[in-house]
T-cell receptor
Framework: EAGVVQSPRYKIIEKKQPVAFWCNPI?????LYWYRQNLGQGPELLIRYENEEAVDDSQLPKDRFSAERLKGVDSTLKIQPAELGDSAVYLC?????????????FGSGTRLTVV | KQEVTQIPAALSVPEGENLVLNCSFTDSAIYNLQWFRQDPGKGLTSLLLIQSSQREQTSGRLNASLDKSSGRSTLYIAASQPGDSATYLC????????????FGGGTRVLVKP
């Protein structure tokens, strides 16, 4: 099993530029999460999908962040325009059928640096 | 709102010493608690998962306990090795079907040879 796959691993962009991250969850996992982890802190949830529906996006800064999960499988997280404060590691995770029972599997993350 | 705290934030021990990492949470209505390891610049690797009905889980040199009533979990790592140097994160699963994960800030561990 490949696990949760994220790309790219690293991204350096100038402020005000757009950026996109991609995530392929574990096959059959209905629930997909995007987390942001600032340096020295624990991850914080940005958005949670159940299949293709975003069921919890209360922490997503909707003025510049967007996400989609087409066909309930792969997901893309976009930032436009990026700001210096967006520099962080963006982690994708998946679980099924209930994260409460089976736990979560995380990808390796995308480290974003905005200069 | 669930809050998860990990103390200490950093820990340095000589090789061979046992490690004790603490995690506390404010809301005892959890589905499970999971311990993760994170190496610098890497993602999270799941170490142990304790269901809310369990008191502890063991894997090799790792043992995690859970006391829901007091809102505490402890991760024990026996006979530490330099390869155990990493950041250890605990996270609790709450909400309907446990589909909401809240993390602590992590404990950064350094095991000196």
């Amino acid at each position: 099993e490949a696990g949760v796959v994220q790309s790219p691993r690293y991204k350096i962009i100038e402020k005000k530029q757009p950026v996109a991250f991609w995530c392929n969850p574990i096959s059959g996992h209905n629930t997909l999460y995007w987390y942001r982890q600032n340096l020295g802190q624990g991850p914080e949830l940005l958005i949670r999908y159940e299949n293709e529906e975003a069921v919890d996006d209360s922490q997503l800064p909707k003025d510049r962040f967007s996400a989609e999960r087409l066909k309930g499988v792969d997901s893309t997280l976009k930032i436009q325009p990026a700001e210096l404060g967006d520099s962080a590691v963006y982690l994708c995770a998946s679980s099924s059928p209930s994260g409460g029972f089976y736990g979560y599997t995380f990808g390796s993350g995308t480290r974003l640096t905005v200069v | 709102k669930q809050e998860v705290t990990q103390i200490p934030a950093a820990l340095s021990v000589p090789e061979g010493e046992n490690l004790v990492l603490n995690c506390s949470f404010t809301d005892s209505a959890i589905y499970n608690l999971q311990w993760f390891r994170q190496d610098p610049g890497k993602g999270l690797t799941s170490l142990l998962l304790i269901q809310s009905s369990q008191r502890e889980q063991t894997s090799g040199r790792l043992n995690a306990s859970l006391d829901k009533s007091s809102g505490r979990s402890t991760l024990y790592i026996a006979a530490s090795q330099p390869g155990d140097s990493a950041t250890y994160l605990c996270a609790v699963s709450v909400g309907a079907a446990g589909n909401k994960l809240t993390f602590g800030g992590g404990t950064r561990v350094l095991v000196k040879p």
